[in-house]
């Protein structure tokens, strides 16, 4: 991600009084809640913490970003992760539907096989001595296909879609300078028109898919193009960057063989990651009036940066999809999808070997991966 900062080694405890990893003037800006159980109260209590927060820029946006955002009309409303209420909870109930537990269990079949293809393209590279780069041939092939299969919506082309989803992360949660700002504003925008058309045609299809069941159930068309924004993001690139995460772990902390033998072994890589190192390790909240929360004074307009995941989470996983009524939809789809994508990869190439010492990893607001996955096999180096 140009124009992020990099950390290399082991992911950082993203407090936000960490020097180098957020600017001076976002950690000014927000206050940290890092206790699991205040994080866990603060999430639970929606009418005292709202959302309103949750989807806006880290950093204010320079006037020749926003015109170019508003040439395309670019607007994204209140609608599920940053909304509240009866119109919030509508939303959800139909989104909900989506991921239940029966339609995540009936796309194991297809993540099987999704795996097992990517893994028999990268063979005969690794036999001939390549180093491979599982981010980009295993990890980023699998979470597309699974979300269209349960949404119904179609995705632009996987090359456009990488650049669309981790420039807006960068957009709303970065924070770019001048120059780079309008590089990330006019791919949002670029991405927007696209989705404003397929939402347009996904909204008049007669085959069940979810623009169609939301325009059915009264949502207005700039809702949903607000929704399946960050529906596109949170359910495709966030899930690549876990799935990233998992398999550099297995590689570098020698749990790969273990994981290739055991569905259950690579769960509990994808556990500890979850609590540790998320892709999502924090989220944002503000106060709407005066409180207290665990004997801490909050005052009405603070906002808030929630810790999700890191080191002080080890051993508590469920933090990492949020909590209460604005609890990740999709988190049973990406904490088996991690599983299996792990299990299958380290089965099909038991005998991968990391290609490098450290880790290189990219950091936002409220999200991180690890920037590439390089392996190699010790049977195919001369």
Request: with cysteine.
């Amino acid at each position: 991600m140009s124009g992020c900062p990099v950390t290399r080694g082991a992911p950082l405890a993203h407090e936000l009084r960490t020097p180098g990893v957020y600017p001076d003037a976002v950690r000014r800006r927000y206050r940290a809640v890092e206790d699991p159980a205040e994080v866990r109260e603060v999430l639970r209590r929606a009418d005292d913490f709202a959302p309103t927060n949750a989807l806006s820029y880290a950093v204010p946006l320079t006037p020749d970003s926003l015109r170019a955002l508003a040439r395309v009309g670019f607007a994204l409303p209140p609608v599920l992760a940053s909304a509240t209420g009866p119109a919030h909870l509508a939303v959800r109930r139909v989104v909900a539907g989506c991921f239940s537990p029966a339609r995540v269990r009936a796309q194991e079949p297809t993540v099987r096989t999704l795996t097992r293809a990517a893994c028999d393209r990268v063979r005969g590279p690794l036999a001939a001595g390549a180093t491979v780069d599982l981010a980009t041939e295993v990890a980023a092939h699998v979470p597309p296909t699974i979300m269209e299969r349960l949404t119904g919506v179609g995705a632009p082309p996987r090359d456009r879609l990488t650049a669309w989803g981790r420039r807006s992360l960068e957009l709303f949660w970065g924070w770019p300078d001048a120059e780079r700002q309008l590089v990330l504003a006019r791919s949002a925008a670029d991405f927007y028109v696209w989705l404003r058309e397929a939402v347009s045609d996904a909204a008049a299809a007669e085959d069940g898919n979810l623009v169609a069941a939301l325009a059915e159930a009264g949502v207005e068309q700039r809702q949903i193009r607000s929704l399946a924004y960050f529906l596109t993001i949170a359910g495709q690139e966030t899930t690549t960057m876990l799935l990233q995460t998992v398999l550099a772990t297995a590689l570098h902390q020698g749990a790969w063989e273990a994981a290739g033998r055991s569905e259950r072994a690579a769960g509990e890589v994808v556990r500890d990651v979850l609590a540790t190192a998320s892709s999502v390790p924090t989220w944002r909240r503000e106060v709407v009036a005066d409180t207290e929360v665990g004997g801490r004074a909050y005052a009405a307009g603070e906002e808030l940066v929630l810790h999700l995941s890191g080191v002080g989470l080890a051993g508590d996983p469920g933090l990492a999809f949020g909590h209460g009524v604005h609890r990740c939809l999709g988190a049973g789809l990406a904490e088996r999808e991690a599983q299996l994508v792990l299990h299958e990869t380290a089965r099909a190439l038991p005998d991968l070997q990391p290609a490098e010492a450290e880790l290189s990893w990219s950091h936002l607001l409220s999200f991180q991966h690890v920037d590439r996955v390089l392996a190699r096999s010790p049977r195919g180096m001369p």
